[in-house]
């Protein structure tokens, strides 16, 4: 932007520094207030004749009004709206991508972590090798697992309903009292099987004591049989010696102790009894099965196997204590 300068007198512009009118010779210099005519070309206008010139100031170049203003913000608006349906595109399209790419893994994943647990099937019942019914002799029970994955058979003998608390069937199960035994199948997934039970009357008939017939004194002879039945005999008292410490399957703690011919009973506390005791074997076993009866009470023992600081009783897992 430059300044002008007109001739007062033909209204010619004038350029900068030149002291005559090039049209008709005027002296700008004679006009004392001839530079006040100078204005911005944008802010000057002509409201003068050739013969008297004047210029006025313009004002202020106008700023943009508000129907400028709301026409630039109308051009906006498309660019706005479509920035925003852009991003709702790239924010659907990013979600679909992650979906396929990793949501269905996850889930899938999610979904195979539950089908692995316990599938909820139902395991036949274990089999019994010896029937219910009452029998006159010590008997033995094998028990047989039902088809399965590493399925683990447990077991109770005094009435109660076994869980994977209870006593771990091993080896056959003898019986030399009236047993109710009661056993479960579990797989290694966690199914079970339903309660087997069976009951079992042991009546055990001793032998009559005969009556020497004369007063003769009677010479006694020792038979190999009558030898080997004192020994295990002898076996089997030093096999049950001790402290024993028996848990059932709720938890419930007992310590049986044979000492001295006696069994002593309790909770650790409170004595339950304490007896005389006597007992019988089954010959044959080297004095590791036998029956021991105090007072009203009866237990059934297994020390198999030897040397492991454990014996059956009752069919209950009692460790040395």
């Known amino acids: 932007m430059s300044d002008l300068r007109f001739c007062p007198k033909c209204g010619t512009k004038i350029e900068t520094g030149e002291k005559f009118c090039g049209n008709c010779g005027f002296d700008t210099e004679a006009v004392a207030d001839f530079e006040e005519t100078i204005q911005p070309e944008d802010q000057v206008k002509f409201v003068g004749t050739p013969a008297n010139p004047r210029f006025v100031d313009a004002g202020p170049i106008p700023e943009s009004t508000p129907q400028n203003q709301g026409q630039k913000q109308s051009s906006r608006m498309p660019i706005i709206i479509i920035s925003i349906v852009l991003g709702a595109i790239i924010l659907i399209g990013g979600t679909a991508f992650w979906w396929f790419s990793q949501g269905q893994h996850l889930f899938g994943k999610a979904g195979s972590s539950v089908g692995s647990q316990t599938n909820g099937a ?102 190999p049989a009558a030898s080997t039945n004192a020994n295990e005999r002898a076996q089997f008292e030093s096999n049950i010696a001790g402290t024993w410490k028996v848990r059932d399957s709720s938890g419930f703690v007992l310590y049986y102790t044979f000492s001295g011919g006696r069994v002593n009973v309790t909770d650790g506390g409170s004595d339950y009894f304490d007896d005389v005791y006597s007992f019988n074997i089954s010959p044959g076993n080297n004095g590791t099965i036998g029956t021991v009866d105090a007072g009203t009470h009866s237990f059934s023992i297994d020390c198999n196997p030897l040397g492991d600081n454990a014996i059956y009783i009752n069919g209950l897992y009692a460790s040395y204590y």
């Open 122 to 223: 139902v395991l036949d019942l274990p089999t019994y090798s010896l029937s219910e019914g009452s029998y006159s002799t010590e008997q033995q029970v094998a028990i047989s697992n039902p088809a399965g994955e590493e399925v683990q058979v447990y077991y109770t003998i005094d009435g109660t309903d076994p869980t994977v608390k209870s006593a771990k069937y091993e080896n056959p199960i003898v019986l030399q009292t009236n047993t109710t035994l009661k056993s479960i199948a579990i797989d290694k997934n966690g199914n079970q099987s339903d309660i087997k039970t069976a009951t079992y009357n042991i009546a055990i008939t001793q032998p009559a004591t005969t009556q020497p017939q004369t007063t003769q004194p009677q010479t006694t002879t020792t038979t």
